[in-house]
């Protein structure tokens, strides 16, 4: 009896304990903010310097030399290249050279190019001298082939430097060669082309053209380019 009086005080007591209201305690936030204000912009500033050692560990690092303190190399040849580009820079940091040398330098350099260009006959191409003017007997707009003396007027062009009409005098010889032999029928209106569907044949063809462009086209020819062209013209007479 008392067993159970004592089970039912104790399941009474943990109901009462269960039936109770939790409280649980929440942390609170601080309301409080920290205000940062910011720097005076007018206030004097304060300069502050490195320490006397560490200038001085850092002009003696080799990672802040970038090599104008460098050793010259130990290789001869290395060692006089080293040496000639140290030169040339001082000579062009010098004054004499900004008073002088650097005119003669320059003059020095567009003389050099000027003969380049007149030996790679650049000039001859871009600026042609006009052909001399060489008395003939004959009138070029009216000319016979059979009373040409071919072999004594191409030698008078030649001592007078007017290749463009040796050229010509060329392909008029070649005509008369090729009306001689029956090849073509030559008239003195007839056009190059016309003599060209006569013969059908592609030398006489690239030599008709090489005339026309030094005839009508104006190309100019030195003394080495005419031997080329008149060679041409040997090999195909």
Not at 167 to 184: F, G, H, N, P
Request: charged letters at 25%; hydrophobic letters at 40%.
């Amino acid at each position: 009896m008392k067993e159970s009086i004592k089970r039912l005080l104790a399941g009474g007591i943990v109901m009462v304990l269960l039936t109770q209201p939790v409280s649980a305690q929440t942390p609170t936030r601080s309301t409080s903010t920290t205000t940062l204000s910011a720097p005076n912009d007018r206030a004097p500033l304060t300069v502050r310097y490195p320490a006397a050692d560490k200038l001085r560990d850092f002009r003696n690092s080799r990672d802040y030399q970038y090599d104008y303190g460098a050793r010259p190399p130990e290789n001869p040849l290395l060692k006089f290249w080293y040496w000639f580009l140290r030169a040339l820079g001082e000579f062009f940091v010098s004054k004499s050279y900004q008073n002088f040398w650097q005119y003669v330098i320059l003059a020095a350099l567009v003389g050099l190019t000027i003969w380049l260009l007149t030996k790679a006959q650049v000039l001859e191409f871009l600026f042609p001298k006009k052909s001399e003017s060489l008395p003939l007997d004959y009138d070029t707009l009216t000319e016979d082939i059979h009373v040409i003396d071919f072999a004594g007027s191409i030698e008078q062009a030649i001592e007078a430097r007017n290749f463009r009409l040796a050229v010509r005098l060329l392909y008029l010889q070649t005509l008369k060669r090729l009306t001689d032999a029956d090849r073509i029928a030559w008239k003195p209106d007839k056009t190059n082309r016309q003599y060209v569907q006569e013969m059908k044949n592609s030398d006489f063809e690239q030599l008709t053209t090489q005339f026309e462009y030094v005839w009508y086209g104006d190309f100019p020819v030195d003394e080495r380019r005419f031997s080329v062209i008149r060679e041409e013209f040997k090999r195909f007479s």
